[in-house]
């Protein structure tokens, strides 16, 4: 069974218009949630994170929020840029001394000029 | 400036001949990951190592096996590969484990192909 969830494979949307990339878990003992962007013959690069005591993260065009009683997470990107299009993953974290990450399988963002 | 680097980016091997990927840091971080990726999947953690400590996914089979020799260096050895081992290896580290908030930076990774 999948512990994070990425339901939306592909994503389009118009260049200057807001891309939202959503994610579910099923663990509410999840604590640190965080997104990462892959292009094309490169590894995943961090984007911006979230920890569970915040429902809120901002980092320019790149938010991300944090419904904790819906086990859901989005990314929203304002405005969305062509060079945004790459995969976009989400992940948690879970606490104690052997905590790894949980990667969802990724959602494809392309944005159209 | 490379910080995690994967060689090589492309291996091909054959069915059951053992073959090993290497990854090399320079940001001295503690901890070294192994992750598997097949198509439209999820990366997949193998094995870390934390320092020296090694730990072992419940579910990573035992054909994977992995060494760190120094802080800067760290392989994965695949004993027999099957065709089911063809993926992408995605090799990441960390300064400390994520749970505390710590970023894992990614190397490009390794696609492995099994003839």
């Known amino acids: 069974d999948q512990q994070v969830k990425q339901n939306s494979p592909s994503l389009s949307v118009q260049e200057g218009r807001i891309s939202i990339l959503n994610c579910d878990y099923t663990n509410s003992m999840f604590d640190y949630f965080l997104w990462y962007k892959k292009y094309p013959a490169e590894g995943p690069t961090f984007l911006i994170s979230?920890?569970?005591?915040?429902d809120k993260n901002e980092d320019g065009r790149f938010t991300v929020f944090l419904n904790k009683s819906a086990k859901h997470l989005s990314l929203h990107i304002v405005p969305s840029q062509p060079g945004d299009s790459a995969v976009y993953f989400c992940a948690v974290a879970y606490g104690g001394s052997q905590g790894n990450l949980i990667f969802g399988k990724g959602t494809k963002l392309s944005v159209k000029p | 400036d490379a910080m995690v680097i994967q060689n090589p980016r492309y291996q091909v091997t054959q069915f059951g001949k053992p073959v090993t990927l290497s990854c090399s840091q320079t940001?001295?971080?503690?901890?070294m990951y192994w992750y598997q990726q097949k198509s439209s999947q999820a990366p997949k953690l193998l094995f870390h190592?934390?320092?020296?400590?090694?730990?072992n996914e419940a579910d990573t089979p035992d054909n994977f096996q992995s060494r760190r020799p120094n802080t800067s260096f760290c392989f994965l050895d695949i004993r027999s590969p099957g065709l089911g081992d063809a993926a992408m290896y995605l090799c990441a580290t960390s300064r400390a484990l994520p749970s505390g908030g710590e970023t894992q930076y990614f190397g490009p990774g390794t696609r492995l192909l099994v003839l």
């Open positions: 979230i920890s569970s005591i915040k």
């Open positions: 940001l001295n971080h503690n901890v």
């Open positions: 190592y934390y320092d020296k400590d090694f730990n």
